[in-house]
Nanobody, 123 residues
Framework: VQLQASGGGLVQAGGSLRLSCAAS????????MGWFRQAPAKERVFVASINWSWGSTSYADSVRGRFIISRDNARNTVYLQMNSLKDEDTAVYYC?????????????????WGQGTLVTVSS
């Protein structure tokens, strides 16, 4: 299984970015897909997750109402639409895949990880 994250970049505070995570090499109907982020000198933390089959979603309190996670089954791609970006959203963002039935808010639940994509929010 390979996960390829893309879409990071530099954006002004209040702006928007959309991250993509292209998945390949497996059947993902039995997976939850998640986004995590890691700011400099901080731990990797949960951002959002989505169940590939049902589309049910979960968000960290810090991004709820600003970020939207979605998936395109035909393209095997998961997206993270980030709106109203703040300085504190600056981080490396990682996508990951976890078998269903696991706690999607915990990084240890995820088996597969993509490389990170850097998001920098400037004020």
């Amino acid at each position: 299984v390979q996960l390829q994250a893309s879409g990071g970049g530099l954006v002004q505070a209040g702006g928007s970015l959309r991250l993509s995570c292209a998945a390949s090499g497996g059947t993902f109907s039995s997976y939850n897909m998640g986004w995590f982020r890691q700011a400099p000198a901080k731990e990797r933390v949960f951002v959002a997750s989505i169940n590939w089959s049902w589309g049910s979603t979960s968000y960290a309190d810090s991004v709820r109402g600003r970020f939207i996670i979605s998936r395109d089954n035909a393209r095997n791609t998961v997206y993270l639409q980030m709106n109203s970006l703040k300085d504190e959203d600056t981080a490396v963002y990682y996508c990951a895949a976890a078998r269903t039935g696991r706690n999607t808010g915990v990084s240890g639940s995820y088996t597969y990880w993509g490389q990170g994509t850097l998001v920098t929010v400037s004020s």
